[in-house]
């Protein structure tokens, strides 16, 4: 109690920022089209609870099951799936919120701290990943833990420390294989090392890493316990190119992948937040070379190389490139932000007491427009072509899935019912099954037409065939359009696509 007393200030400035996080978070979480990979991770999530023995289903795909697991509970709590897996992200992204204070506060100072803060619940980039059942919120929460335990250890030399991080590194790699990006980035704390004890205190650091390091590694090898493990690295091809096939063209991904970053960081951290972020970079490699604040531009140079030799990997070697892909260095960007608004405030230190309501002023109004838009009018936010085209207008987004799974039940109740979808993995079936689950009803995937089985189901069952629109023109015959559901116009083509839903005659 007194030392929430002796920091009232701070506790009051920080559970407001806490209060609208969730504003801008919870509030119409499933108003937004369920995608692809959200509709997997939440079947997946379905079947392991139903089945222990597939508890390691995720690996049958390449993916690693701790988002998963972790979703599972929540299925008790919530009757809407979607809402569930939703809701896990936006906690994932809440203690991203507590890691970006606590490591921002290490590292630098309180009032860096809550600027950071208030620059990750209102950066439109957090906001949209943290709204959706994706894991990358997960693995973004363990990185910046990851790098405030790993800047801790190396000023403390204690075994708590390590194991803790440990842990945390080894949660990195069952979110996602690129959490292993973690172990390799773990030497970069050198640079904050005070080395007052000689080689002996090298040499305990040394041990320090290597005990997380073993830890992480054990955690990561308990995915030997299920099938499909040898799949985790055997996938990575689908994804990343390997240094082999870029010989003789090694600029060739990254270039395109730099034109992908200008329009999506201009957009998803907004102008304002994006010139922080420089400033900061700016200010931490300046200070590198003044000893007044060296010690913090060290800590601070740790934490930019953590943010940007994943992002500068992903943009040399993957094959696919979204922006999700590079949240986990967001957080990490936004603390070196932090750090850039607090060396600029005293450059308006002639408005007298006014330079922190002008920042406010600057900062906020591009920001908080485009997450007030998603809440409540996502078509007017300013998203970038890739994202809007994949989350909101293309087969990838998936709506009404929730209403047809209502009116379906409701037929059940009458007669049998079989359900054909376009599609056998995705967004279809996985985005109906999800509301499906715990019905009678059977669902066959299909190619994007009515197959022969479907139809030959007609004949003694009440069968439907959902799908989208633009993929089944020309293809449905002998079918009665009961229900569409338009997506986001097209902003490239200038023409709309729906999920519809028809019933097939016998």
Do not use: C
Not at 116 to 139: C, E, G, K, Q, W
Not at 325 to 345: D, E, Q
Not at 434 to 440: A, F, P, Q
Not at 491 to 501: C, P, R, Y
């Amino acid at each position: 109690m007194n030392y929430l007393v002796g920091h009232r200030k701070e506790v009051f400035i920080l559970v407001g920022l806490a209060a609208l996080y969730f504003l801008l978070r919870v509030p119409n979480l499933t108003s937004q089209p369920i995608f692809a990979d959200e509709a997997i991770y939440i079947r997946w999530a379905q079947v392991m609870r139903a089945e222990q023995t597939l508890r390691f289903l995720p690996l049958s795909d390449g993916k690693t099951p701790l988002f998963m697991w972790t979703m599972i509970p929540l299925f008790k709590f919530f009757s809407d799936p979607l809402f569930a897996g939703r809701f896990l992200s936006v906690v994932a992204g809440f203690f991203t919120f507590l890691g970006v204070f606590f490591l921002s506060k290490r590292v630098f100072n309180t009032r860096s701290a809550l600027w950071a803060t208030l620059l990750y619940v209102i950066t439109p980039y957090t906001v949209f990943f943290d709204r959706m059942a994706l894991v990358d919120s997960m693995l973004a929460a363990f990185t910046v833990w990851v790098v405030f335990f790993a800047i801790w250890l190396v000023s403390s030399l204690r075994l708590d420390v390590s194991m803790i991080l440990g842990y945390l590194l080894g949660g990195a790699v069952l979110t996602k294989t690129p959490g292993m990006l973690n172990l390799f980035l773990l030497p970069l704390t050198i640079m904050g090392f005070k080395n007052k004890g000689g080689s002996h205190t090298l040499v305990k650091l040394a041990i320090l890493w290597g005990a997380a390091v073993v830890i992480a590694l054990a955690m990561y090898n308990l995915l030997r316990l299920g099938p499909n493990f040898q799949l985790l690295s055997s996938r990575n091809a689908d994804y990343v190119f390997s240094p082999f096939e870029l010989i003789g063209r090694p600029l060739d991904p990254f270039i395109p992948h730099f034109n992908d970053i200008a329009d999506w960081f201009p957009k998803l951290f907004t102008w304002p937040i994006l010139l922080t972020v420089l400033m900061g970079i700016i200010y931490v490699l300046f200070g590198i070379w003044q000893q007044s604040f060296r010690g913090q531009a060290l800590l601070g140079g740790i934490i930019l190389l953590w943010a940007i030799i994943p992002l500068l990997l992903n943009m040399a070697f993957l094959r696919t490139f979204t922006a999700r892909y590079l949240l986990s260095s967001v957080p990490l960007l936004l603390v070196i932000a932090g750090f850039g608004v607090t060396k600029l405030l005293p450059r308006f230190a002639y408005i007298k007491r006014f330079p922190v309501v002008l920042m406010l002023i600057v900062l906020l109004p591009l920001p908080l427009y485009f997450d007030f838009s998603l809440l409540i009018s996502p078509t007017k936010a300013p998203l970038p072509k890739e994202e809007r085209k994949g989350y909101f207008e293309d087969w990838t987004a998936g709506y009404g899935f929730a209403d047809i799974a209502k009116f379906l039940s409701e037929k059940s109740k009458e007669r049998r019912i079989v359900l054909g979808t376009e599609g056998f993995f995705g967004t279809l079936p996985d985005g109906i099954q999800i509301y499906l689950d715990k019905s009678n009803i059977a669902i066959v995937g299909s190619s994007a037409t009515i197959s022969a089985q479907i139809r030959n189901a007609a004949k003694d069952n009440l069968t439907f065939f959902l799908g989208n629109k633009r993929n089944l023109e020309g293809s449905i015959k002998d079918a009665v359009l009961i229900k569409e559901y338009p997506k986001f116009k097209s902003l490239e083509t200038d023409t709309q696509d729906a999920t519809v839903l028809y019933q097939v005659l016998p």
